[in-house]
């Protein structure tokens, strides 16, 4: 049995627990965990070969230990990698997609924007758009997350068949 994970965030889920109920569930308190033997991986794949990538998989790994914090609990962010407004966020995930109008689909796959919510998402596809193509007109294609009930009528349909 092979067990995989980056275990400084995968910590279990105790409703209304205390840290140390948390710690008392955790995986490493199993029975199982004297019988394991570990491998580890030496070099991270995700990243290059840059000393840029090794000092950016070190942050990344002290702000998983809590290492980067000041005193009102704020990690300070390099300034290398911090945009002055959206267009300059596009701009440099998304180098020259002005110029362009036939990116091919590998380009769209190899740089991305992660968002943690839908109207950022949603604000920055059309900023994005209108910069790819500002003459293209956009269609809207929605998804259904939610089932309303009609003139009484339940439709029962669980949430993952939406």
């Known amino acids: 049995m092979v067990f995989g994970g980056y275990f400084h965030q995968t910590l279990p889920v105790v409703?209304?627990?205390?840290?140390?109920?948390?710690?008392?569930?955790?995986?490493?308190?199993?029975?199982?965990?004297?019988?394991?033997?570990?491998?580890?991986?030496?070099?991270?794949?995700?990243?290059?070969?840059?000393?840029?990538?090794?000092?950016?998989?070190?942050?990344l790994l002290e702000i998983g230990a809590g290492l980067t914090m000041d005193d009102n609990e704020m990690i300070q962010v390099p300034q290398s990698m911090v945009c002055a407004n959206l267009n300059a966020l596009i701009n440099r995930?998304?180098?020259?997609?002005?110029?362009?109008?036939?990116?091919?689909?590998?380009?769209?796959?190899?740089?991305?924007?992660?968002?943690?919510?839908?109207?950022?998402?949603?604000?920055i596809n059309e900023a994005i758009l209108q910069q790819f193509n500002p003459t293209a007109e956009v269609h809207m294609l929605r998804s259904v997350?939610?089932?309303?009930?009609?003139?009484?009528?339940?439709?029962?349909?669980?949430?993952?068949?939406l």
């Not at 091919?104 to 919510?117: A, M």
């Not at 839908?118 to 604000?123: C, E, I, L, R, T």
């Not at 309303?148 to 068949?161: I, L, W």
Request: glycine residues 6%.
């Open 93 to 123: 995930i998304y180098p020259g997609i002005g110029n362009s109008r036939a990116q091919d689909d590998q380009y769209f796959l190899d740089h991305i924007i992660l968002c943690p919510k839908n109207d950022q998402v949603h604000d």
């Open 15 to 59: 409703p209304k627990g205390t840290c140390q109920q948390v710690v008392a569930v955790s995986f490493c308190r199993e029975n199982l965990w004297g019988h394991i033997k570990f491998l580890y991986l030496r070099q991270n794949m995700c990243l290059g070969h840059l000393e840029a990538d090794n000092q950016h998989a070190q942050w």
């Open 145 to 161: 997350d939610s089932v309303s009930e009609e003139d009484g009528m339940h439709y029962a349909y669980p949430t993952e068949f």
